[in-house]
């Protein structure tokens, strides 16, 4: 799974329209997020460090609830954007996640179990669990 990181306002208008996870490592503005939703139409989420996901409006949420668009808080922490504009979850965590499903563990198990080994928010682990990956079980 992988997520786009864009670091600055300039790179949210030349994105890939495909994209569907895009974590912003600055602080947006309600312009901004409209901006990446036009440039970006087959958007699911937008991820945001906490200090940031703190200061969107209620307006710019339910905007992105109507869009279907999961707003989640998180941060790629050790990416080098110079060397690839991708942060990518490493499959063995969603081969892990998918597992866990597979044992009928419950999902606030799996949320806590998850989050406390790889340091990932909670949130992107029930947006990984929600999402349909197919992951084939060995």
């Known amino acids: 799974m992988k997520i786009r990181v864009v670091s600055s ?14 974590h912003l490592a600055f602080r947006p503005s309600n312009k901004d997020i409209l901006g990446l939703v036009e440039t970006c139409p087959k958007i699911e989420a937008i991820q945001l460090p906490q200090s ?10 339910m905007f992105l609830e109507m869009q279907k668009v999961q707003l989640l808080e998180g941060d ?44 990932m928010k909670p949130e992107m682990v029930a947006y990984i669990l929600t999402k349909e990956f197919t992951v084939k079980i060995t």
């Open 52 to 61: 940031y996901r703190r200061s969107v409006s209620k307006s710019t949420e």
């Open 9 to 22: 306002r300039k790179e949210m208008f030349i994105l890939n329209s495909n994209e569907r996870i895009v």
């Open 76 to 119: 790629v922490w050790g990416h080098r954007k110079d060397i690839c504009e991708y942060y990518e979850i490493p499959s063995s965590i969603i081969k892990e996640i998918a597992d866990m499903k597979y044992k009928d563990m419950s999902t606030e198990d799996i949320l806590k179990m998850v989050s406390r080994k790889t340091k």
